[in-house]
């Protein structure tokens, strides 16, 4: 049994301005100690998808309209909230992209951490001070004794980062949901949080959902990768198998869009023409159909669902763990993934058509 298994999860937000389609009945699961990816551009639903797993919806516009979140057997959307605080921090932690929204401004690292530990463990005072120096020892904070008292802000970003994870991992969480957790952070210091978030995953067996924009940041650091879009997961693959053969033309998009290691020089990055689709319209057909250079007539009236790639792979189930899936009336061939264009010349990205408003 997995971990977490997550089915046809709905999402909307009513404001003022109508309804937004944030996420579209997204399906997947993640084992114990799996680390998985969520990837896709900004505003496709990935910190909604975990915001509505762990039940911190913004209130009043965020609804979950529909789906399970089976964590550990049960179903998170029928706990109480008393059993889901309980929950949060202890079996599910949460780092974000900045540690000032999650850390308490006016409290000592200690102070906070004690708390945390306290809050959900009996033990004494002395136990959960020592514990956190341990954890601070852990996430490589150095002279973590003389900083037991600092409070944040007297933290370098990167250290902020770590005193984060150490938060997170204090409670020793089954599954850590890490959202953006680096993009504030220089290049050399993202590689080293990665660097100790994936060691220390590793080393406590704990499952990690990373979501990023960013497909280079999760090439080295997951074991699956599910890229999402406008509110749907578009493709589902083993990392390994996305890089080497992306299905869907989002995919191909983003990988040509990012520099890679094997491009040869002078190579140019290929942006996606094209912007994601007004979430507050009720999708009809593929989100994707405007900016995509495959796109068929069919693609503008139906959404296809997420399906194995190709008979004739292997594939492990055919439920939301089948090891390729992509969402796609016509997936590019081997050689038009390369070319990052269908062989067919002339392409320009089409207005969206008329849609159904909310
Ligand atoms: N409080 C809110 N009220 C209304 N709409 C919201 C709210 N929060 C998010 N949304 C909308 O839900 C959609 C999904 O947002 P989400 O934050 O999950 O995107 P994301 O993929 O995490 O993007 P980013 O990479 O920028 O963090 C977006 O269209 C966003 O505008
Ligand atoms: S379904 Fe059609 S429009 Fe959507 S990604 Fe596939 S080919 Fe492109
Ligand atoms: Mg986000």
């Not at 850590?176 to 990665?194: G, K, R, S």
């Not at 869009?257 to 491009?263: K, V």
Request: net charge negative; with cysteine; aromatic share 6%.
């Amino acid at each position: 049994m997995s971990l977490l298994s997550i089915r046809d999860l709905v999402v909307r937000f009513r404001t003022h301005d109508g309804t937004v389609f944030a996420v579209n009945g997204v399906s997947f699961d993640l084992d114990e100690g799996e680390t998985l990816g969520l990837v896709g551009e900004s505003g496709c639903g990935k910190s909604v998808t975990n915001l509505a797993l762990m039940r911190l919806l913004p209130l009043p516009a965020g609804h979950i309209d529909g789906g399970k979140v089976i964590f550990n057997g049960e179903d998170l959307l029928t706990l109480d909230e008393s059993d889901m605080r309980d929950l949060r921090g202890k079996e599910i932690a949460m780092i974000f992209q900045d540690p000032m929204t999650s850390l308490n401004p006016v409290l000592t690292v200690q102070e906070q951490m004690v708390e945390t530990i306290q809050a959900h463990r009996r033990v004494s005072k002395s136990e959960a001070r020592a514990r956190t120096l341990e954890l601070l020892g852990m996430v490589g904070i150095p002279q973590p004794e003389a900083r037991l008292k600092n409070f944040p802000h007297q933290f370098s970003g990167g250290m902020r980062q770590r005193v984060m994870i150490a938060m997170a991992l204090a409670l020793e969480p089954k599954l850590l949901i890490a959202d953006e957790p680096t993009t504030a952070l220089d290049v050399t210091i993202q590689a080293q949080v990665l660097e100790l978030l994936s060691r220390l995953a590793a080393e406590h067996g704990t499952a990690v959902i990373l979501i990023t924009h960013d497909l280079g940041v999760v090439a080295g650091m997951t074991q699956r990768i599910n890229v999402m879009y406008a509110g749907y997961v578009v493709e589902a693959a083993t990392t390994k198998d996305l890089f080497a053969r992306p299905r869907h033309p989002y995919t191909v998009g983003l990988l040509h869009s990012i520099p890679r290691l094997d491009a040869q020089p002078g190579e140019p990055l290929i942006p996606i023409e094209g912007a994601p689709p007004d979430l507050r319209f009720a999708p009809l057909g593929c989100p994707f159909a405007p900016r995509c250079a495959w796109r068929v007539d069919r693609c503008w009236k139906e959404m296809p669902s997420l399906e194995p790639i190709d008979p004739s792979y292997e594939v492990v189930t055919t439920g939301p763990q089948a090891t390729h899936r992509a969402a796609c009336w016509n997936p590019p061939t081997s050689g038009e993934v390369v070319a990052a264009r269908p062989l067919r010349p002339g392409f320009e990205p089409a207005a969206p058509p008329a849609q159904v408003g909310s």
